[in-house]
Nanobody, 115 residues
Framework: QVQLVESGGGLVQAGGSLRLSCAASGSIFSINAMGWYRQFPGKQRELVASITTSGSTNYADSVKGRFIISRDNAKKMVYLQMNSLRPEDTAVYYC?????????WGKGTLVTVSS
């Protein structure tokens, strides 16, 4: 089992920055894919960014150049640095891990960007 706990969400003005953190715990060893998804009201969850153990990253086109994903394998942490935030980035952000053939999700953290 993998437990994920996100932190760092909140209210920020457009153009500002936030840093999300996600801590993974449980009887786990090396986690390959870690990432962040977001969900807008009434919409399906969508990928924001992902990162592998080796550091390969993938970003949604809408966040390229503004968001940076990173991870600390020793601490089993994944981060999302969000810069130049826009009102359209307002959503619930979820930490995601794919481990031993299963998807695990955090409970989500709300990011609100005011105009």
């Amino acid at each position: 089992q993998v437990q994920l706990v996100e932190s760092g969400g909140g209210l920020v003005q457009a153009g500002g920055s936030l840093r999300l953190s996600c801590a993974a715990s449980g009887s786990i060893f090396s986690i390959n894919a870690m990432g962040w998804y977001r969900q807008f009201p009434g919409k399906q969850r969508e990928l924001v960014a992902s990162i592998t153990t080796s550091g390969s990253t993938n970003y949604a086109d809408s966040v390229k150049g503004r968001f940076i994903i990173s991870r600390d394998n020793a601490k089993k942490m994944v981060y999302l640095q969000m810069n130049s935030l826009r009102p359209e980035d307002t959503a619930v952000y979820y930490c995601h891990v794919y481990y031993m053939g299963m998807d695990y999700w955090g409970k989500g953290t709300l990011v609100t960007v005011s105009s």
